[in-house]
């Protein structure tokens, strides 16, 4: 009874030329994207593999390490006396201590200094913010070489060479541009509409920094918390400078003793290093890219 | 009627970002400019390079000129002058000490006035150890049997009268002088003559004799630059540095841009493909030397593997003194694998800045894959490209622990592995710091060589 | 010949089927627009024309070619984008001429087409100027201009106006409309504006929820929407949807609303008979209604609710049992708010609606 006005169905020809012609066209299609997956899956073991292999002498017996040739299978025996005898060696026990004290240290520092400053340039134009912007890219881009020398000199001269909290001003030093630029763009993904709309409502701005805002950007503190622990973690030449005594962080440790340690020692050393980065970056990965997306603007 | 902000707060409000910004400019201050200043400053600077000469034996005398560290002097004269207490710790000093007595000359009147320290035998000390009380020595190998009382402690004081050896006085109180000398030098070829402290001078033999041993005032100096050139070390590690560079660098934006792209064609686990590819920006550079060092090892995996396939029959040693190319290679891949992950992040950030509109727009006109990239793509990753170029170029300065790991320390080096052994092993912070200024001076002439180089372009294309 | 041909085209996204067995012909040279509320699937279908996004099922063709499965380069279509998607790092000039040079098109004659496009909007003394420094509607006829420089015979836009503000908007509308009747090229216009629809199109299609509801001439499509919602979703102020109930007396075929009786057109009869005793609605555009100030036996009793004069009319809202009606009427004619008045339905202007269905009964 109803009719309408909808075009009626054409039958689509089940012409055997034009099915090839699609079978084609989708093979093709198929082919692109099983290249592009291939192309993936070629970079990820390029960067896969070498941990794998790490990994692998790592967890294993001291006499496999030594053993050769090497089978490519990992864990074979899987063992963790290698990982018990780096461990229990001299130095590198207060070493993890030390450098994670630093690495704590040196976020928590860098993250109260950095996030009034991110606030600021997220929220607030003012004169000089520019300036202040390309000021704290310059500094990111200054060598940690040059900084080095001149502070482990200024510290000795007020007494707190070789010190994990000196260490641990010079990480955050370091790590200071980056934290900032980082929580700014973390600041600028929340409207400040929901600011003002909490301030309408009746909030302070503190309270609607502290009730809106701050529930809000907790996760984006917590990745580039995270980013500064693996930057102080992973610091080599800082702190074999300014703490080479009695406060050696990790790194340094394995570093001096390079010569005179024998190959269980140092895989399971590299290993040791490997982790949080394999186990922070996971966590944080997506802010990466605001983060470096912020400082191409 | 409530206003919600009046003009008044909006007013005070501008003062909050700078509030709020300080912390870190003190901080950004302290540890990072002030520092960085003092680096420059100490490659370029010899701290007491010249000792001041006065023309009377007070600091605030008039100067009668400057001699040079290390320079022989004579030694004409001496006194002692007060010094603060608080610079008696400094290490060589040349003292003399002074009591403040009372006593009885011959004649039985009572004397008030200094002493030096060696006239006087200390026989009493009160509770705190300070001496109260002692006897006139006798001058031993003279006949003179008297002691000179001075108004003031100097020698050259006006002479009270004199105490016989042996006579009990009361020591009522003390002071330490530092010596001042008198002395005589060379300056090119032009005697030079004045006062100096002993603090600065090495006084050798009989005391007539000595040497500057270091200056009160500093001077700028290429000494360090110097030294560093002429390190046998030094053209190696620059040489080693600018060829990592060149070919680390190019090959990383290569797969750093290939990565970028396959994350851009969206293939399904892009997520953890993207993931993967980041890893190796949280992995510290020594980390990633053990890693390849547990690759190009005698006993490592190349080897396994090539003795696997039958290429070769027994281990081979790549990582020796005599095989210099294969440690660069090894340096060479072990930088591409760690840092490509930087220019990776800064690629893909500045493609997801791109619209995607502008990318369907030029795929619906008719550009080719190719075209997409040539025409569009990488003009507009230009400004990710600069950046990651620039913060590249600074961190390949910084390879350090990859270079003492796969090289041992000496066989390759690199500039800021140089900075690191004369710090750490030379103890030359001078040269080090030389190191490190010339690690500067580099990164940002490339800096700007990079961004002069884009700009031109960019007005070349307006 | 550019005939785009689509059919039996399905696109899904996970589990969600944006299209849903779409069969679309556009003729040559003719101008078709895709209107329909936001997530109706319109810009899906575009994209699996434009070759950006390929269709899972069916079969697209243009100009006789299956085109279904080939990359948007090998289609030979132009494109205006949403966004306008322009190049930030060209000059207009470059950005312009950019399909053409990729295409290898000789350098004269890449010349000679974009000062010809330039002209055509009138952007020809931009050329060398940069995107960053035009206006929203410069850049927008530079994306025009892109499109219309590649000579293609196939044209398709993404709500291309969208982003202008109001009065620009009415100023490219007809713009556009000219420029596309002169160069003739068969286009596909996506658009959620349905003035824009109803101006531009040589034919309509609406969609919504994937499917393609009704394709045909605006004049028809107003005045005999296929369905309820296509009533209510073409046309300002939407359709009047009245609740009715068919009954037959005396051996006729009436309908109530309410207390008032009103005798359908005779040629609906055959078609309402069969809804006898069950209710139907009464569909009726605000500019249909006649309003009058006294009884009539043809007139439906309501009360002035809302006057809202807009200048060229003015739009009453009534009240007739507990619905509301929109009737649109001479801007002087003076009615007081709670006055009561009747209205005329002219019975071949009604439409009757399927209460189940929603769709529109027609003869």
Known sequence: MTTTVKTPRPVVQADPEVRAIHRRMLRRQRLSRAMVHLIAILLSLWVLIPIWFTASMALTSPTTVRSYPKSVLPFIPFSTDTMEFFLKSRGILPGITNSVVVAVLTLALSTLIAAPAGYAISRYIFRGRDAFRLSILAVRAFPIVVLSIPLALIFIRLNIYDNVFSLAMMHTALALPTTILVLSSVFASIPYELEEAAQIFGCSPAQAFRRIVLPLVLPGIAASALFTFVLSWNDVFAASILAPLENRTLPVQILITLDESSEPYQFAGGFFMLIPALIFIFFIRRYLFNMWGQITK | ?462 | MAEIKIEHVTKRFGNFVAVDDVSLTVEDQEFTVLVGPSGCGKTTLLRAVAGLGMADEGRISIGGRDVTYLPPRERYISMVFQSYAIFPHMNVFDNIGFGLKVRKVEKLELERRVREAAELLHIEDFLDRYPKALSGGQRQRIAVARAIAMQSQVLLMDEPLSNLDALLRLEMRAELKRLLQEIGATTIYVTHDQVEALSMGDRIAVMRGGAILQYDEPSVVYDMPANQFIGSFIGNPPMNFLRAQVQREDGRVNVRIGSFTLTPSDGMLPVLKAYDGKPILLGIRAENTEILNHQAHDALEVKILVVEPLGSQNLLTAQIGEETIKVSTHPNLAVRLGEVVWLRFPTDKIRWVDRDSGQVLYP
């Open chain 2, 1 to 462: 009627m409530k206003t919600i902000s009046s003009p008044k707060g909006s007013k005070r409000r501008i003062w909050a970002p700078y509030l709020l910004i300080l912390p870190s400019l003190v901080y950004l201050a302290m540890f990072f400019a002030y520092p960085m200043v003092n680096g420059l400053l100490l490659s370029v600077r010899e701290d007491g390079a010249l000792l001041t000469l006065r023309a009377e034996a007070q600091r605030d005398s008039l100067k009668t000129g400057q001699i040079p560290r290390g320079a022989q002097v004579s030694i004409l004269d001496q006194q002692g002058n007060l010094i603060a207490p608080e610079e008696l710790a400094l290490g060589n000093l040349v003292t003399e000490g002074w009591f403040q007595i009372r006593g009885q000359d011959p004649a039985g009147e009572t004397i008030e006035g200094w002493a030096p320290e060696t006239r006087i035998r200390v026989r009493e000390t009160n509770e705190s150890g300070l001496p109260v009380a002692g006897t006139v020595r006798p001058r031993i190998g003279s006949d003179d049997v008297f002691t000179t009382v001075h108004a003031e402690p100097k020698e050259n004081s006006e002479a009270l009268g004199s105490l016989e050896a042996q006579t009990p006085v009361e020591i009522l109180d003390q002071v330490t002088l530092e010596v001042w000398y008198r002395v005589r030098g060379q300056v090119e070829d032009q005697p030079i003559e004045g006062w100096v402290q002993s603090r600065y001078l090495q006084v050798t033999g009989d005391g007539t004799q000595g040497r500057v041993n270091r200056g009160d005032t500093s001077q700028y100096t290429t000494k360090y630059f110097q030294q560093m050139i002429n390190n046998r070390f030094f053209w190696p590690a620059l040489r080693t540095t600018l060829l990592l560079m060149a070919i680390i660098i190019p090959v990383q934006f290569v797969l750093a841009i290939i990565m970028a792209l396959v994350i851009q064609a969206n293939p399904r686990g892009a997520g953890f493909f993207l993931y993967i590819f980041t890893i190796t920006l949280g992995v510290s550079d020594l980390a990633v030397g053990i890693v390849w060092y547990s690759v190009f090892t005698q006993f490592g995996y190349l080897n396994s593997i090539l003795q696997g396939l039958g290429l070769i029959s027994g281990p081979i040693t790549y990582l020796s003194a005599a095989k210099q190319d294969w440690i660069i290679m090894a340096i060479w891949l072990a930088e591409v694998w760690r840092a490509t992950a930087i220019v990776m992040v800064i690629v893909v950030a500045g493609m997801q800045a791109i619209s995607r509109e502008v990318l369907e727009a030029a795929e619906v006109f008719g550009a080719t894959l190719w075209q997409r990239i040539r025409y569009v793509i990488l003009p507009l990753l230009r400004p990710s490209l600069q950046v990651a170029l620039i913060l590249r170029t600074i961190l390949a300065f910084q390879v350090f622990a990859v270079v003492v790991v796969l090289s041992g320390g000496d066989v390759v080096t690199v500039l800021a592995n140089e900075t690191y052994r004369q710090y750490y092993d030379l103890r030359n912070a001078n040269v080090a710091a030389a190191y490190a200024s010339l690690i500067l001076l580099l990164s940002m002439f490339t800096a700007i060589v990079y961004l002069r180089v884009v700009r031109s372009q960019e007005e070349v294309a307006e």
